[in-house]
């Protein structure tokens, strides 16, 4: 049985970000993502060909937009990120880390 919230059988580095693909099937694919303070690097915006429906499961982060708009998140809220809006993570808690369900999907 596995745990969506233990983390200690994780191979990692704190200092690392961790991707892991639960599942994906016909065009659909869903992650578990841990942050540890990590943030997307200031020169670089993800512009994905998928939607992603991301819900912050533990920790508080920020998402910035290339519009300008800046979305703030606790344990609970999630959002869908339409495919080709540019955006990326400008903050992540470290204490607790970061947990969040990403499910990506064509449109």
């Known amino acids: ?3 969506f919230f233990n983390l200690n059988n994780l191979n990692f580095a ?5 991707t892991e693909i639960l599942a994906s099937s016909n065009g659909i694919r869903i992650e578990r993502i ?13 512009d994905q060909t998928e939607n992603e429906f991301v819900i912050l499961l ?9 519009s300008g708009a800046e979305i703030r998140l606790v344990a ?9 809006m ?3 993570v400008s903050y992540t808690s470290a204490n ?3 947990v969040w ?7």
């Open 58 to 66: 533990q920790g508080e982060a920020e998402i910035l937009f290339d």
């Open 14 to 18: 704190k200092n690392e970000e961790i």
């Open 96 to 98: 607790p880390a970061c």
């Open 34 to 46: 841990v942050s540890f303070g990590q943030t997307t690097d200031k020169d670089f915006w993800y």
């Open 1 to 3: 049985m596995n745990n």
């Open 101 to 107: 369900l990403a499910v990506f999907f064509g449109e």
């Open 76 to 84: 609970g809220d999630y959002l869908t990120i339409p495919a080709r």
């Open 86 to 88: 540019r955006h990326r």
